[in-house]
């Protein structure tokens, strides 16, 4: 028993290290290599951590949020944090208020994401503006949040099924569709 | 199955404690207490982020091409529009600067001489090798009459005697050059302070160009005499069609020189050779 435990501990430690080097991968991937049609960069990582929290729950997508946002930050040059607490915020509003809706619902990806991407972009521009300077909503809504959301909900349906299917099959589920 | 196996609220620390961290790390970074630690950081990645954004430019910079394309194509299509209306543009003005050649020709003639002139292209030379004719782009319509003299002028000869008019339509005319056999023209020849008249012949069929005749061996001819039109139908009053060609018209030069009989012939070098004549001018009218 007293062996196991700090064993335990150092797997999870180094899953963890794993877990951040992978999706510091995927952040360096969306900063420098995905093509921005029409200066619009689709955020893997918003997608990635909105879907993970309706698949998988808060716990694990707030983990997400945070090594993603901090890789984020590193990479994009913004405050330490700045990033993480705006993931962490899309994970709450896509998670929280759509707890009691069934997994197989496809509606769940598509309002989740809508929630999680709104949210995220109000952080965003809140903290932009206690930090930076102050963001004009309205403009801010129209050249970054719209077009953000819009390129979100495109591809974050197909997403969260794979990430549905590839959990699913880890628990060992059949996953069924509900219309 | 529901989202979450457990109570979201019971798991709610670890986002909280996420949170605070962030926070904390926010207010860190902010204060300048992590510049060090996250210079460091960035220096150690900045090479592979630098490589990365070089192979994102080139994916991003296929994928502008490739939306690109239909937009080249057009312009592509409006750039081979645009050649082509340059290149007619280009044959306009070349076909307006050679009449204006031309033009700048019949004026400088026709101040050196008393005659009014058409121009006119000349359209196809005679199919087979019987006959010595042009048409020129010419008739009726324009004032083109059988018997005209018409001319020509290459490089730097003056304007000369290349034929007659033979035949005339309404927007054509065919011209019988003096080279054909069936030409004959009454002429003059110039010899020093004298001149003498004579009749000249083509003489293409017979393997030659013009022959000089029936010359008076008063005065012998010589090489490098000019000949030119005598006029003898105009002068003479006769309304005949060769009343049309002036006297002094230019023909030629003697060649060389031969006696028969009581007169002396001569061969004939014209100033123009007809067969080279893309261009000529019908000779109207004259003032004398």
């Not at chain 1, 929630?115 to 932009?128: C, E, I, M, R, S």
């Not at chain 2, 296929?62 to 645009?82: I, M, N, T």
Request: charged share 15%; glycine share 8%.
């Amino acid at each position: 028993m007293g062996v196991d435990k700090p064993r335990r501990i150092e797997e999870r430690f180094v899953r963890e290290i794993i877990l951040a080097l992978v999706l510091f991968g995927v952040v360096m991937v969306q900063t420098t290599v995905l093509p921005r049609p029409l200066e619009i960069a689709p955020n893997i990582l918003l997608m990635l951590v909105i879907c993970r929290a309706l698949v998988s729950g808060l716990p694990n997508a707030a983990r997400w949020a945070f090594y993603g946002g901090l890789s984020l930050d590193i990479c994009a040059g913004s405050t330490l944090g700045t990033h993480a607490l705006a993931l962490l915020a899309a994970v709450i509003c896509a998670g929280l208020p759509l707890t009691r809706l069934h997994r197989e619902n496809w509606l769940l990806p598509l309002v989740g994401g809508l929630f999680g991407t709104l949210a995220y972009h109000g952080v965003l521009a809140l903290l932009t503006t206690l930090l930076v300077a102050p963001v004009p909503i309205e403009t801010y809504a129209v050249i970054v949040a719209v077009p953000n959301l819009v390129i979100t909900l495109i591809p974050v349906l197909p997403l969260f099924l794979v990430m549905r299917w590839f959990v699913s099959r880890q628990r060992g589920e059949v996953p069924m569709d509900l219309y | 199955m529901r989202l979450q196996r457990q109570s979201p609220y019971r798991s709610f620390t670890l986002v909280v404690a996420l949170i605070v961290l962030a926070l904390l790390l926010l207010l860190l970074d902010q204060s300048g207490r992590l510049g060090s630690v996250r210079a460091q950081v960035e220096s150690f990645i900045s090479p592979a982020l630098t490589g990365l954004t070089r192979v994102g430019s080139s994916v991003t910079g296929v994928s502008q091409e490739l939306s690109e394309v239909p937009q080249l194509r057009a312009q592509v299509k409006q750039l081979q529009d645009e050649n082509s209306r340059l290149k007619n543009d280009m044959i306009a003005v070349q076909a307006v600067q050679q009449e204006n050649e031309r033009l700048r020709t019949q004026l400088q003639i026709q101040k050196e001489q008393p005659w009014k002139l058409l121009g006119a292209e000349v359209a196809a030379l005679t199919p087979d090798s019987g006959r010595h004719i042009v048409h020129i782009a010419a008739g009726k319509q324009q004032g083109v009459q059988p018997g005209m003299a018409v001319i020509g002028r290459e490089g730097s000869s003056p304007a000369a005697l290349i034929g007659v008019v033979d035949e005339v339509g309404p927007h054509s005319s065919t011209v019988l050059l003096i080279t054909d056999f069936s030409s004959v023209l009454s002429a003059r020849v110039y010899h020093q302070d004298q001149v003498l008249d004579g009749v000249v012949q083509g003489q293409w069929q017979r393997g030659s160009r013009l022959q000089l005749t029936q010359v008076s061996r008063s005065v012998p001819l010589a090489e490098g005499d000019v000949v030119m039109t005598a006029g003898l139908t105009a002068a003479s009053g006769l309304d005949l069609p060769r009343a049309a060609i002036p006297r002094n018209v230019p023909i030629g030069t003697i060649d060389s020189v031969s006696t028969d009989g009581y007169n002396q012939s001569a061969s004939l070098r014209p100033y123009i050779d007809p067969d080279q004549v893309s261009y000529a001018w019908v000779l109207i009218s004259h003032d004398e």
